[in-house]
């Protein structure tokens, strides 16, 4: 298994059996992801979305926050680039402090996926990101891995050698934006995809997977599972209801943040212990 140096470093792959990436929205969500995984003593991913940096409107400023955070932090917080479909957006990640971005061509057909993950994977690589790509699309984007439709091992093998990506996100059950968790991962798929594919599996949509199925899915071979939707809950649900009708919204965006924070801290938890599989 491919393990890029930084995430080498704390365990991932060893000791380490997973690493979490939580998605950046605001300040206070990336000040609650480090937060979060301080009080877990465990590393984490600061994962910034290519819409995330949309509605910004620019990468730099929350890039620069987010590396601050993480030259601060008491445990190893690394900056990764998620869902991007620009491959100059992926080159200018590397500027700004990321060691990780998935390039995201998935909705091209499976040949010109090849070809734009390939060159992107190659060039990102020169610069020292650790490049994942996705193999048609995880649910919940009207994808073509769509409820129903799962990675095929073979074709995933095939991709990987391919393009020469470091990681790999699957299609195994879950689904984006889940807001409830009823997600059933396919947990002997991700076993045999583990068998087939060299590099680390990502699996998305966790935050509709209940935690029995996170850890069954780290015990059979994901190796990075990726958080938004249910931080983005945690957030809302507190912001609401810290708010009212206040005029100044710090004790509500402290709400929210502690909310995140507890969140983060929990789910490290969680898939620092996989499954025992037998």
Not at 35 to 63: K, Y
Not at 64 to 75: K, Q
Request: charged fraction near 20%.
């Amino acid at each position: 298994m491919l393990i890029p140096p930084t995430l080498a470093a704390v365990g991932l792959g060893g000791s380490l059996p997973s690493i979490a990436a939580f998605n950046v929205i605001t300040l206070e969500y990336a000040e609650g992801i480090v937060a979060g995984a301080e009080r877990a003593g465990l590393p984490v991913l600061l994962s910034v979305s290519h819409n995330a940096v949309r509605f910004r409107g620019d990468f730099a400023p929350l890039a620069a926050a987010c590396r601050a955070l993480a030259d601060v932090a008491s445990v190893p917080v690394f900056l990764h680039l998620d869902h991007c479909e620009s491959e100059e957006l992926v080159m200018e990640a590397a500027g700004l402090g990321f060691t990780s971005a998935m390039f995201d061509a998935s909705t091209l057909s499976y040949d010109d996926n090849v070809a734009a993950t390939a060159r992107v994977a190659a060039r990102g690589q020169e610069r020292g990101l650790w490049i994942e790509a996705e193999l048609g699309e995880i649910g919940g984007k009207d994808g073509a891995h769509a409820p129903g439709v799962r990675t095929d091992p073979d074709e995933a093998a095939a991709f990987v050698a391919a393009t020469g990506v470091d990681a790999l996100a699957v299609a195994v059950g879950s689904s984006h934006a889940m807001t409830s968790q009823t997600a059933a991962l396919d947990i002997d798929l991700i076993a045999r995809l583990a068998d087939a594919v060299p590099v680390p599996l990502v699996l998305h949509g966790s935050s509709g997977v209940d935690e029995h199925g996170i850890r069954a899915a780290v015990a059979a071979g994901i190796r990075k599972v990726n958080v938004g939707t249910q931080l983005s809950a945690a957030y809302s649900n507190a912001l609401r209801a810290e708010l009212g009708d206040r005029v100044d919204p710090r004790r509500a965006l402290t709400a929210a943040r502690d909310a995140i924070a507890t969140d983060v801290a929990h789910l490290l938890g969680v898939i620092s212990r996989p499954a025992v599989t037998h």
